[in-house]
T-cell receptor
Framework: NAGVTQTPKFRILKIGQSMTLQCAQD?????MYWYRQDPGMGLKLIYY???????DKGEVPNGYNVSRSTTEDFPLRLELAAPSQTSVYFC???????????FGQGTRLTVV | DQQVKQNSPSLSVQEGRISILNCDYT??????FLWYKKYPAEGPTFLIS?????DKNEDGRFTVFLNKSAKHLSLHIVPSQPGDSAVYFC???????????FGQGTTLQVKP
């Protein structure tokens, strides 16, 4: 079972560049989430989706965009990368926010 | 505005003793609470959860207590084992919105 797959695992971006972090799940989960983890700051919710075609802002959405055209995929788009977006990004999915969420291995992004 | 707070960044206990990790929340809309465990360079993994209609849930060595009036929950690990050393995240979900919010995490070290 693949579970939640994130690509790439590592990436270095220059200031002002853009990129898309990919997230795919094969568990037919409706709920998907994007988090960033900064040192000592825990996991901050960027965007989430409760089903295909539906997305909503989390705690720290500025500088990011998402789309959910299929149940399986939930890409996170960074436009005009800034050093403040240097972080580890985690994608997660679940059947319900009341049950276990499954996380990907994370994407370590550095903006220089 | 930190809706889920873990005020202790770290905790150190002796093997065999009890570990108590604490978590506070501010949003009354949260109706489910979960604990996750995270090792370095991996995504978080689910540990245990509790519904807001309960005050205790037990699973082996792990017990979660919920004090709804105080908006406080705690995770008890007994007996603690060196393999429990990890970062523990408290999370809260609002099932009416699908939002899943995490705290800052507590690093637990269990000494042999």
């Amino acid at each position: 079972n693949a579970g939640v797959t994130q690509t790439p695992k590592f990436r270095i971006l220059k200031i002002g560049q853009s990129m898309t972090l990919q997230c795919a799940q094969d568990m037919n989960h409706n709920y998907m989430y994007w988090y960033r983890q900064d040192p000592g700051m825990g996991l901050k919710l960027i965007y989430y989706s409760v089903g295909a075609g539906i997305t909503d802002k989390g705690e720290v959405p500025n500088g990011y965009n998402v789309s959910r055209s299929t149940t399986e995929d939930f890409p996170l788009r960074l436009e005009l990368a800034a050093p403040s977006q240097t972080s580890v990004y985690f994608c997660a999915s679940t059947n319900s926010p009341r049950t276990e969420a499954f996380f990907g291995q994370g994407t370590r992004l550095t903006v220089v | 505005d930190q809706q889920v707070k873990q005020n202790s960044p770290s905790l150190s206990v002796q093997e065999g003793r009890i570990s108590i990790l604490n978590c506070d929340y501010t949003n009354s809309m949260f109706d489910y609470f979960l604990w996750y465990k995270k090792y370095p360079a991996e995504g978080p993994t689910f540990l245990i959860s509790i519904s807001s209609i309960k005050d205790k849930n037990e699973d082996g060595r792990f017990t979660v207590f919920l004090n709804k009036s105080a908006k406080h929950l705690s995770l008890h690990i007994v007996p603690s084992q060196p393999g429990d050393s990890a970062v523990y995240f408290c999370a809260a979900s609002a099932s009416n919105t699908g939002k899943l919010i995490f705290g800052q995490g507590t690093t637990l070290q269990v000494k042999p």
